[in-house]
């Protein structure tokens, strides 16, 4: 099994332009989960899907940043116009189909907006 | 609300052993305990379930006191293969969780 993939693994990009990150979750994976992670908050969770349907946004930071999941082995997170402050390290993870809440992250994008 | 996890730091030297602490304010269904290497992903250690049930990994093992809302996390006989952020994360029975801000374990040869 390749595990969770994202794309890209880094990304620098100047202020004001558009950001978006991609990730392939675990094949058969039905939940799919958006983090942050800075030094100062630590692990944000950001959105998460069930079959593909946002199921919790209320970690994302402001309209500046959308999510999608067109279909259950593809998913997007957007930054338009990106900020400084949106530098971080966003991990995406996956979870299958069970009773225990197992999460599995991908390597992450470490992103730099100048 | 981001469960407190202590100590924020620990060095020890191999073979010495380590508690962790996790708190939360709320309700819990779920604990669940993950461990980062510098530059990787956090990685699954194990979950304890709504119970009081105490799961092992390898010489780690962890314990859930659900009336005090508190996980511990006891790492002994330490091993260099340890280091690393130690994540706790609280689940409300919602797919939820919520991670403290990590303790960093650095072990020493």
């Known amino acids: 099994d390749a595990g969770v993939i994202q794309s890209p693994r880094h990304e620098v990009t100047e202020m004001g332009q558009e950001v978006t990150l991609r990730c392939k979750p675990i094949?058969?994976?039905?939940?799919l989960f958006w983090y942050r992670q800075t030094m100062m908050r630590g692990l944000e969770l950001l959105i998460y899907?069930?079959?593909?349907?946002?199921?919790?946004d209320s970690g994302m930071p402001e309209d500046r940043f959308s999510a999608k999941m067109p279909n259950a082995s593809f998913s997007t997170l957007k930054i338009q116009p990106s900020e400084p402050r949106d530098s971080a390290v966003y991990f995406c993870?996956?979870?299958?189909?069970?009773?225990?809440?197992?999460?599995?992250f991908g390597a992450g994008t470490r992103l730099s907006v100048l | 609300q981001q469960p407190v996890q202590s100590p924020q730091a620990v060095i020890l030297r191999e073979g010495e052993d380590a508690v962790i602490n996790c708190s939360s304010s709320?309700?819990?269904?779920?604990v669940h305990w993950y461990r980062q290497k510098h530059g990787e992903a956090p990685v699954f250690l194990m979950i304890?379930?709504?119970?009081?049930e105490q799961k092992g990994h390898e010489k780690i093992s962890a314990s859930f006191n659900e009336k005090k809302q508190q996980s511990s996390l006891y790492l002994t006989a330490s091993q260099l293969s340890y280091s690393g952020t130690y994540f706790c994360?609280?689940?409300?029975?919602?797919?939820?969780?919520?991670f403290g801000k990590g303790t960093r374990l650095h072990i020493l040869p």
């Open positions: 993870a996956s979870r299958p189909t069970s009773a225990v809440n197992i999460q599995y």
């Open positions: 094949s058969g994976h039905n939940s």
């Open positions: 899907f069930n079959n593909n349907v946002p199921i919790d």
């Open positions: 709320k309700a819990l269904y779920s």
């Open positions: 304890l379930l709504k119970g009081g």
């Open positions: 994360g609280t689940e409300r029975g919602d797919d939820k969780i919520i």
